[in-house]
């Protein structure tokens, strides 16, 4: 990447901050108080799956610009647009859902801001001795990457930011700072979400590297009967991912009501226009002729991460099938240790309850 060095700025790209997306704080250095700014353009925007370390390369034009810069910046933006989220519970057609918005034509979609995954690990600290930052300082940086994210162009009615799924347990505080945004929480139920893990190529890999964290995430706050994670089978994993995640959802929903739409992935799949018709109202973007159009969109047929790759419903289906006979024992394992932690807590009982058919 071709960034200036930390604590210099490219007068261009900081003329550009506050006026345009063009230019993109892509990530954040909280033990350096950095913010690295990077160039974009609204067609990169629609390119990106993903808005993290992989659109950096040799030709990147960046620089680092520091906290007190970027927040002047931020404090000088004059027209945002409304601001809305996708959270999602991971491997639940959140980046469909994002690009089928995208051509609606009036949408800024951006996903999976890098900035995201830091904050939401710096709030996992709020309040201990290895917090880098006090509580306030936590929420001016909400305060200053919300109104970054909020610039558009001219053409930009909302921006909607698709969060990876692990930043879905910030979604409280996000909304809570972000008062006039709303959100959309993607998840599927327990079983379908079970065999959509296990399907993928890499899913040994992606589970284990995950598990440390939900873990953590799932016994803070409650004693659990759970074995260690070098204990667990795959289908387990899979288990401990959907219920992590759910329960982030949960916890949205209960702190936000009715600002979150909580929608089931298979759900939108069964009835795309209405269901569009449904995000977009909540999103106040609803448009009589766009969940149609949006409905036949070849975005449908390819793979969203890799929109070069074909990927339709049916293959989805037949993946899914698959993975329920090659992995029965597993999904079964996964399953029943749900019901085993579902009977040691309420909470975690409702959400099991809400998985189930």
Not at 85 to 106: K, M, Y
Not at 138 to 154: D, I, N, P, Q, V
Not at 195 to 205: D, I, P, V, W
Request: aromatic share 6%.
């Amino acid at each position: 990447m071709n960034a200036a060095p930390a604590g210099s700025t490219r007068p261009d790209l900081g003329s550009l901050l506050p006026a345009s997306p063009d230019a993109y704080p892509q990530a954040l250095d909280v033990a350096r108080g950095l913010v690295l700014v990077v160039r974009m353009s609204e067609r990169a925007y629609g390119a990106a799956s993903f808005l993290d370390d992989r659109i950096l390369g040799p030709g990147t034009e960046g620089a680092w610009f520091t906290l007190a810069s970027a927040a002047q910046a931020a404090g000088a933006i004059g027209s945002p647009r409304p601001l809305h989220f996708i959270f999602h519970t991971g491997h639940v057609g959140s980046t469909l859902l994002s690009r089928l918005l995208d051509e609606a034509g009036t949408v800024l979609g951006l996903r999976e801001p890098l900035p995201l995954r830091t904050l939401a690990e710096a709030q996992d600290v709020l309040g201990r001795p290895e917090s880098l930052l006090a509580a306030a300082q936590f929420e001016e940086l909400l305060e200053l990457f919300l109104r970054f994210w909020s610039r558009g162009y001219g053409t930009t009615r909302a921006v909607i930011v698709k969060a990876t799924s692990s930043a879905g347990r910030l979604a409280p505080a996000l909304l809570a700072r972000a008062p006039s945004s709303r959100a959309v929480y993607l998840n599927l139920r327990a079983e379908p979400y079970l065999a959509a893990l296990l399907a993928g190529a890499n899913s040994a890999a992606d589970l284990r590297g995950h598990g440390p964290g939900r873990m953590r995430r799932l016994l803070d706050g409650r004693e659990l009967p759970v074995a260690p994670l070098h204990a667990l089978s795959l289908g387990e994993l899979a288990a401990l991912g959907w219920l992590t995640e759910t329960l982030s959802q949960r916890a949205a929903v209960a702190a936000a009501g009715a600002r979150v739409l909580a929608l089931d992935f298979d759900d939108l799949l069964a009835d795309l226009p209405g269901q569009l018709s449904r995000v977009l109202g909540h999103f106040g973007l609803q448009d009589g002729a766009v969940p149609a159009r949006l409905a036949g969109s070849a975005a449908l047929g390819r793979y969203s991460k890799a929109p070069e790759r074909p990927f339709s419903r049916a293959e989805r289906d037949r993946q899914l099938a698959e993975s329920r006979r090659g992995h029965a024992a597993e999904i079964a394992k996964g399953l029943a240790w749900l019901d085993r932690l579902a009977a040691a807590d309420a909470g975690i009982a409702a959400a099991v309850a809400g998985g189930r058919p």
